[in-house]
Each structure stands twice: as structure tokens, then as C-alpha cells.
T-cell receptor, first 114, second 114 residues
Framework: DQQVKQNSPSLSVQEGRISILNCDYTNSMFDYFLWYKKYPAEGPTFLIS?????DKNEDGRFTVFLNKSAKHLSLHIVPSQPGDSAVYFCAARGLSGSARQLTFGSGTQLTVLP | SAVISQKPSRDICQRGTSLTIQCQVD?????MFWYRQQPGQSLTLIATANQGSEATYESGFVIDKFPISRPNLTFSTLTVSNMSPEDSSIYLCSVVHQGTDTQYFGPGTRLTVL
């Protein structure tokens, strides 16, 4: 049973426009959410995170929105740049014990077209 | 953030052999993990490397196949034993610093088993 789902395996966006990557989760015990970017042949790079007590966190061009009632989060990148082309993973974690381990979505390949 | 290095970065191995992957962190960390990313898949947690005691393995992973050592707070090894082509994956070391919620990843080791 997939507890973290990224239903769009790929997304193409024009340079300068907004990229919106979506993620849904089923486990209501998740309280911390992270987004990672991964280039081929590299490890995932941490981008931005959000705690369940917030509904928005912003860092430069990246903003993460959390809708707890819908169990949905999204990553907005604006403006999108060609260097943003990568696979984006969302991940979620619970409060304590084994629940603190990250559960990853399947990833979305973002392509930013020049 | 932590600076994490892994050796080797990639290897091609014969069926039935074993490979040990090293993970070195530039600072003391509380938690170290080993993940696997099979081709086209998301990241799957293999085990939590515990300092001074046996690793904690996730369902589907066993110590005989993936022995792990963590002799101190900055170093860990993962061995992939008696390899088969199904073990071809990227293996990733990951860490969490004390007092933080963010998990960082190493660059990964790309393993191909012939």
C-alpha cells in the first residue's frame, strides 16, 4: 500500500512559468513533509520541508503548500528554470520511533523547456 | 547540512560476489540510514545503522544479505552479499543530525551486477 503518492510521473513546463508538483498521502500520522530533487547519477538533494502545524513554507523560488484535510501537498517553483529539470520526490515522516523514517513517493520528472 | 561521501561511486560486479559500500560523514550524526533505488523506482529504506549495535532492518531485508556496520558516529558500511542481477541499484547513505528534522543523502553508489 503506497502511503505517499505522486500521481504524475512527468511534467513539462516552459521556462519562466510556474511548476506545480503534487503529492498525496494516506497516513494521518505523518507530521513532517520534505521535497527532494534528484539529478541522474546523484543522490537526492533536500529542497524544502514543512511541518504539519503550517500550511505554507517558502524559500526563494520554492514554496510548499500543505492541505492536511485533503492529505495533499504541493511544491511550486516560480519562475521555473532549465536547471530545475530533475526528478522530484516528496517524502513524509511520522512523530516517533519507526514512524520517523521517511516514506517516499515515486517521483515526478520535471522538464523545464527553454 | 552534512557533507556525505560514498565509496565506490559505481561498480560492476559478477554474480555471487559481494561488495562493501562505505559512507563517511563530515560531522557526528545521530541517525544513519541505507536506502536502495532500483531502476525506475522510488527510494526504499533497507535499514537503520545503529552505532555500537546491530542494524535495524526493514521488512524484506535481512542481515545475511545486507550486513551493516557502524563503528562510530561518522562512518558506516553496507555490504551487498552474494549478489544477483536483481541487486543492481543505486545504494544511498542518508543521515540526520541531532536536533534537526532534515535528512540528507550521499551521492549514491551505482551497482550493476552481471
Amino acid at each position: 500500500d503506497q502511503q505517499v503518492k505522486q500521481n504524475s510521473p512527468s511534467l513539462s513546463v516552459q521556462e519562466g512559468r510556474i511548476s506545480i508538483l503534487n503529492c498525496d498521502y494516506t497516513n494521518s500520522m505523518f507530521d513532517y513533509f520534505l521535497w527532494y530533487k534528484k539529478y541522474p547519477a546523484e543522490g537526492p538533494t533536500f529542497l524544502i520541508s514543512i511541518s504539519s502545524i503550517k500550511d505554507k513554507n517558502e524559500d526563494g523560488r520554492f514554496t510548499v503548500f500543505l492541505n492536511k484535510s485533503a492529505k495533499h501537498l504541493s511544491l511550486h517553483i516560480v519562475p521555473s528554470q532549465p536547471g530545475d529539470s530533475a526528478v522530484y520526490f516528496c517524502a513524509a515522516r511520522g512523530l516517533s520511533g519507526s514512524a520517523r523514517q521517511l516514506t517516499f513517493g515515486s517521483g515526478t520528472q520535471l522538464t523545464v523547456l527553454p | 547540512s552534512a557533507v556525505i561521501s560514498q565509496k565506490p561511486s559505481r561498480d560492476i560486479c559478477q554474480r555471487g560476489t559481494s561488495l562493501t559500500i562505505q559512507c563517511q560523514v563530515d560531522s557526528q550524526v545521530t541517525m544513519m540510514f541505507w536506502y536502495r533505488q532500483q531502476p525506475g523506482q522510488s527510494l526504499t529504506l533497507i535499514a537503520t545503522a545503529n552505532q555500537g549495535s546491530e542494524a535495524t532492518y526493514e521488512s524484506g531485508f535481512v542481515i545475511d544479505k545486507f550486513p551493516i556496520s557502524r563503528p562510530n558516529l561518522t562512518f558506516s558500511t553496507l555490504t551487498v552479499s552474494n549478489m544477483s542481477p536483481e541487486d543492481s541499484s543505486i545504494y544511498l547513505c542518508s543521515v540526520v543530525h541531532q536536533g534537526t528534522d532534515t535528512q540528507y543523502f550521499g551521492p549514491g553508489t551505482r551497482l550493476t551486477v552481471l
